[in-house]
């Protein structure tokens, strides 16, 4: 395969929906008859247009996921290594995108979601399901501990 239908074909699969340098690379190699040099010829093209750059699909990426659903940065860590981006880009990304005061407030909102779909945790278990939830969902274990203790505190009263 010559180098612009190889070309051609990583911008139709960019055109679908943006992804990482390891995802298009991934999907580049699995194409019949392309050799490595091609490929990284190609994710070199790409990157001088600016079509390809990790560290703005990773803060897009963690922007949309924190903004359509309250989750915390571990999580999105985690979903951005699945994706083939290297640790420190996600670090940046990451950094740049959540500060200790953004994830309170994304703490706080999946705590009133799940509030209202399951109720104030009233004994041990509940608060033990609370924190396991909030831990799926990737936010700081002592943030965690902080928010669930101050949740059982004012649910005594």
């Known amino acids: 395969m010559t180098r612009d239908k190889v070309l051609q074909k990583a911008l139709k699969i960019l055109a679908a ?12 190699h699995a194409v019949p ?10 994710i070199a093209r790409l990157k001088e247009m600016g079509f390809l750059d990790d560290r703005r699909y990773a803060e897009s990426y963690a922007l949309y996921r924190s903004g359509a659903k309250p989750m915390g940065r571990s999580r999105v860590a985690r979903e951005l290594s699945l994706k083939k981006v290297a ?7 990451l950094d740049s995108v959540f500060d200790p005061s953004e994830e309170e407030k994304l703490i ?17 278990a509940a608060s033990r399901r609370m924190f396991q939830h909030l831990a799926r969902l990737g936010f700081n274990y002592e ?11 004012t649910g005594d009263q």
Do not use: F, M, N
């Open 108 to 124: 706080d909102r999946a705590i009133e979601k799940r509030i209202r779909t399951r109720g104030r945790p009233d004994d041990q």
């Open 33 to 42: 008859g392309v050799d490595r040099s091609t490929v990284d010829d190609c």
């Open 143 to 153: 943030l965690i501990i902080r928010k669930v203790r101050a949740l059982r505190e």
């Open 17 to 28: 929906r943006p992804r990482s340098e390891g995802q298009l690379r991934d999907r580049l």
């Open 87 to 93: 640790k420190s880009t996600i670090d940046e990304a």
